[in-house]
C-alpha cells in the first residue's frame, strides 16, 4: 500500500502520533474535517476546470466565427472585383 509515497508502516506511525496528540474522542471529528475539506478542494477544481473547459469553447466557437466571416468576406469582395 503505497499512498502518496507514505507506505504502510510510515501510516501507522502516524496514526499513532495522532491518537498521542489529539485523543481517541478528537480524532474522527479530525477525520471528519479533513475529508469535508478534502472533499470542498475536489469540487472547487473540477468546478474550476470545467469553467476553464466552457471558456476555452466559446473562445474556440468565436475564433471559427471570425474566420468564417473573414472568409466569406474575402470571397465576396474576389467576386465583387471579378464583375
Known amino acids: ?14 496514526l499513532v502520533i495522532a491518537l498521542l496528540i ?5 480524532l474522527p471529528d479530525i477525520g471528519k474535517s479533513l475529508g469535508q475539506a478534502i472533499r470542498s478542494f475536489k469540487d472547487a477544481s473540477q468546478e474550476f476546470e470545467n469553467e476553464l473547459k466552457r471558456e476555452t469553447q466559446q473562445l474556440n466557437a468565436q475564433k471559427s466565427q471570425e474566420v468564417n466571416s473573414q472568409a466569406s468576406a474575402a ?4 467576386e465583387t472585383s471579378k464583375s
Open 22 to 26: 489529539f485523543g481517541p474522542k478528537k
Open 1 to 14: 500500500m503505497n499512498i502518496f509515497g507514505i507506505g504502510l508502516p510510515e501510516a501507522i506511525v502516524i
Open 75 to 78: 470571397t465576396s469582395s474576389e
